[in-house]
């Protein structure tokens, strides 16, 4: 996931290591070889509409937004088709309101109209205080979270993984993330909740307590969810 930095000169740019204290908490009971945590790249203003979602001061909130409508005013002044006037009238208004195009409350035949524009604020914007800057992990973690995102585990003796997927991934889907193989064999998932994880005290315990399930593809896969998927090969 790529989360664009709006003029946040205190940030050093490229991939960064999210640490979670749910995955540290997880190694610790698996004991495995490895532990890998999700990983993001933050990239620069001049390729910000590469972005997934975008982290920006909050003193910086104005200008994220003047951007915007400055583009849009501007196209607005050279568009002569009239359904196009009028989408670019609808992000004009939400925009002068201080609006996120994000909270205009657009369908989504009116975002793949504007898909091509290259909007700032058409993606999750994530506002931060100054003070947050000094925890990196934490801030990022929030800029993954409010930007709709979740991660769950995998754990074994070799490696204990965390993977980062949207919120409302299926299990098939989720499976995808981990190898195209297993997504294509997909059989059934086996899925630990975190908490029950730690209360049992390992993948073990939790399946004699009855606590492991097993779900079907279309299984919507939980924040922290422990899983292992099987499949045909």
């Known amino acids: 996931m790529k989360i664009g930095v709006f003029s946040i000169p205190d940030i050093t740019l490229g991939k960064h290591n999210v640490k979670d204290s ?48 400055e583009f849009v005013e501007s196209r607005l002044g050279r ?18 309101t201080e ?4 909270g205009a409350g657009l369908s989504q035949e009116e975002y793949q109209a504007i898909s091509g524009y290259g909007l700032l ?3 999750p914007v994530v506002v931060a205080k100054k003070e947050e800057l000094e925890d990196r992990d934490k ?15 995998t754990a074994g003796e070799k490696e204990t993984r965390a993977w980062l997927i949207k919120n409302g ?9 981990i190898h195209s193989d297993i997504q294509r064999g997909f059989i059934r998932a086996e899925i630990i909740s975190f908490a029950d ?26 924040d922290a969810d422990l ?6 090969k």
């Open 22 to 69: 749910r995955l540290d908490q997880v190694d610790r009971i698996v004991k495995a070889k490895k532990k890998t945590y999700v990983q993001v790249e933050l990239i620069g203003e001049d390729v910000l509409p590469e972005a997934d979602a975008i982290l920006a001061l909050e003193d910086r909130r104005a200008d994220i937004i003047l951007t915007d409508l």
């Open 79 to 96: 568009c002569e088709q009239e359904q196009e006037k009028a989408l670019l009238g609808k992000l004009k208004e939400a925009l002068e």
């Open 99 to 102: 609006k996120f195009i994000s």
């Open 121 to 123: 604020t058409a993606k």
């Open 139 to 153: 801030l990022l973690a929030r800029a993954l979270r409010e930007s709709g995102y979740l991660s769950f585990f």
């Open 169 to 177: 991934t299926t299990a098939w889907e989720a499976a995808g993330c």
């Open 197 to 222: 994880f730690l209360q049992a005290g390992g993948e073990t315990q939790a399946k004699q307590a009855g606590k492991m399930r097993l779900e079907q593809k279309d299984y919507v896969i939980q």
């Open 227 to 232: 899983a292992n998927f099987r499949f045909s």
